[in-house]
C-alpha cells in the first residue's frame, strides 16, 4: 500500500507542489513539500500501511525532489492553501487515505496550491 501511496503522490507533488499545514512549515513549496512528505508518512504509519517506516519522509522528499520543488510558470505559491491541504491530510480517515491518496487524488483543498 505504501509503493501505490508513494507512486501517487510523486506525481501528485509534481502537478501541486507539495502542500503544508498545521503546525508545518509551509513558507514556501519546497518547505511546503518536507511537511507534507510528513505528513503523508505520518498517515500512512498511523494507519499501519506495510512499508511505512521511520525514514519514509525522507525517501519521499528525495524521491519528490523537494528541493527543487517550484509552482508552474504563471501561478504563485498560496502557503494557507498548502496548510488547508495538510489539514485536509491529516484529517483522512484509514479508509479515505487509502482510497484517495493510493489513487492518485489529493483532497480538495490541495487544488489552490499553486494558482
Do not use: H, Y
Not at 503546525?23 to 511546503?32: I, L, R
Not at 505520518?42 to 509552482?71: D, F, H, I, R, Y
Request: a neutral charge; aromatic letters at 4%.
Amino acid at each position: 500500500m505504501l509503493r501505490r501511496f508513494a507512486s501517487s503522490l510523486v506525481v501528485i507533488a509534481a502537478l501541486v507542489a507539495a502542500c503544508g499545514g498545521s503546525g508545518a512549515d509551509t513558507s514556501n513549496p519546497a518547505a511546503a513539500c518536507n511537511s507534507f512528505a510528513s505528513a503523508f508518512c505520518n498517515k500512512a504509519q498511523s494507519c499501519g500501511a506495510p512499508g511505512a517506516s521511520g525514514s519514509c519522509a525522507t525517501e519521499l522528499q528525495n524521491a519528490m525532489g523537494c528541493a527543487q520543488v517550484t509552482c508552474p510558470v504563471g501561478t504563485r505559491f498560496d502557503s494557507g492553501a498548502a496548510s488547508d491541504c495538510i489539514d485536509a491530510v491529516n484529517k483522512l480517515s484509514c479508509t479515505d487515505a487509502a482510497n484517495e491518496l493510493g489513487n492518485g487524488a489529493l483532497p480538495a483543498a490541495c487544488n489552490t496550491v499553486c494558482r
